[in-house]
T-cell receptor, first 111, second 118 residues
Framework: GQNIDQPTEMTATEGAIVQINCTYQ??????LFWYQQHAGEAPTFLSYNVLDGLEEKGRFSSFLSRSKGYSYLLLKELQMKDSASYLCAVRAQAGANNLFFGTGTRLTVIP | GAGVSQSPRYKVAKRGQDVALRCDPI?????LFWYQQALGQGPEFLTY????????KSGLPSDRFFAERPEGSVSTLKIQRTQQEDSAVYLC????????????????FGPGTRLTVT
């Protein structure tokens, strides 16, 4: 089966930096995605990594190490609106587009 | 530039009833996915279409679940004889990329249908 682990909850202060980790054990690997999901809303795409290294996109960065089965999402200059769940998802097979999701990390940003 | 839309947004069904959930993907998107999201969990894959062809239905939990996309655009997820364990949010997502293509496989999600079986 596919196993994707991430912390259940995190709390951080407005203006700070937070790192959300994700480890995965899947039958194959063809890309890792991070999504943001506000309560009651659709997940929205944040980042995509298929090669090792860091991808930066404004206040958000995502890192991947395929050999370690590890990724993290880094959020800088936290804002109150960043309070949401952050979902790590792996595309396990080439030739298949479906994603395997972790349970999500609920981030609470406090003043 | 409309996104993925789903209807109804909320559905309450009595145990044993049949329900039909609709998804309108982004125009021109080839791939369409259905996911089930239980409270406090990540989405779990149910089924995948490329145009009108259902290429993967390995995630459907039982034969009470059926999905179709007859003309390669709108899709319907049908659940027969609903059970309490079917209560969840059902998410639809669409993607432009074809299987095996080099484009980023970004999936655009709809707002979901929250199904409550009483």
């Amino acid at each position: 089966g596919q196993n994707i682990d991430q912390p259940t909850e995190m709390t951080a202060t407005e203006g700070a930096i937070v790192q959300i980790n994700c480890t995965y054990q899947t039958s194959g690997f063809n890309g890792l995605f991070w999504y943001q999901q506000h309560a009651g809303e659709a997940p929205t795409f944040l980042s995509y990594n298929v090669l090792d290294g860091l991808e930066e996109k404004g206040r958000f960065s995502s890192f991947l190490s395929r050999s370690k089965g590890y990724s993290y999402l880094l959020l800088k200059e936290l804002q109150m609106k960043d309070s949401a769940s952050y979902l790590c998802a792996v595309r396990a097979q080439a030739g298949a587009n479906n994603l395997f999701f972790g349970t999500g990390t609920r981030l609470t940003v406090i003043p | 530039g409309a996104g993925v839309s789903q209807s109804p947004r909320y559905k309450v069904a009595k145990r044993g009833q049949d329900v039909a959930l609709r998804c309108d993907p982004i125009s021109g998107h080839v791939s369409l996915f259905w996911y089930q999201q239980a409270l406090g969990q990540g989405p779990e894959f149910l089924t995948y279409f490329q145009n009108e062809a259902q290429l993967d239905k390995s995630g459907l939990p039982s034969d009470r679940f059926f999905a179709e996309r007859p003309e390669g655009s709108v899709s319907t997820l049908k659940i027969q004889r609903t059970q309490q364990e079917d209560s969840a949010v059902y998410l639809c997502a669409s993607s432009l990329a074809l299987v095996g293509g080099l484009a980023v496989y970004e999936q655009y999600f709809g707002p979901g249908t929250r199904l409550t079986v009483t």
